[in-house]
């Protein structure tokens, strides 16, 4: 439920390419930006990779433009840190990506963090995971730490978020990935997703509001 992590104050977001944040969190931050929390979006890659046919330098020049459309939206609240590590490559940067983000962490001291899933298949999903996690326990954080959903979902989710009334915004931001949306339909492939979350959590738990849309994550301990 959303109570149990409306208490946390210092929340960072982990992605991978600019747009994961807006598929697998996209709703539930805007959830905790009406309550005016602090959240950060770190991203692990420059996402230069993203576009077919368009060259690296433009394809950055051009997410980036859509991160800061996103981060109008959300009336610029978002903190935003920019790793620019090797779209498509990230295990290749292993001990340098593990140095900032340990730096960081340590920095800030986050309370709430929410990281791609270990089963996602893409290699920086997987990569930005297990280095966020591998980062926590260098110092020895006890951060509250959730996985969300991209590119493959997960088995039995422990916590439910009912997006519903945020979810024409999640929709609107989905759409500032003009770039993104172009080549794939994560419009209806992440709401479609949020939906058939939204059956479990319709079940599983006594929901007062009516729940359309939901998202999904799991605790990943440390
Ligand atoms: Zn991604």
Known sequence: MFSSISKFENIFIIAPHQDDEVLGVGGTLCKLLELDKKISVIFTTDGSKG???????????????????????????LEITYLNFKDGKLENDENQCLEKLTSIFAQFNPDLIFIPNSFDWHPDHKASNSYTLRSLKEIHSKAKIYEYEVWEALQEPDL???????????????????????????????????????????????????????????????
């Open 51 to 77: 576009i077919k046919k368009v060259p690296g330098f433009l394809t950055k020049q051009i997410r980036l433009e859509e991160v800061s459309n996103v981060n109008k939206l959300l009336k610029n609240k």
């Open 160 to 222: 439910l978020i009912n997006i519903t009334r945020q979810s024409e915004l999640k929709r609107k931001l989905i759409r500032c990935y003009k770039s993104q949306i172009q080549q794939m339909d994560f419009e209806s492939a992440i709401m479609g997703l949020n939906s058939f979350r939204a059956l479990r959590l319709t079940k599983s738990e006594i929901v007062e509001d009516k729940v359309n849309y939901a998202e999904a994550f799991k605790e990943a301990k440390l």
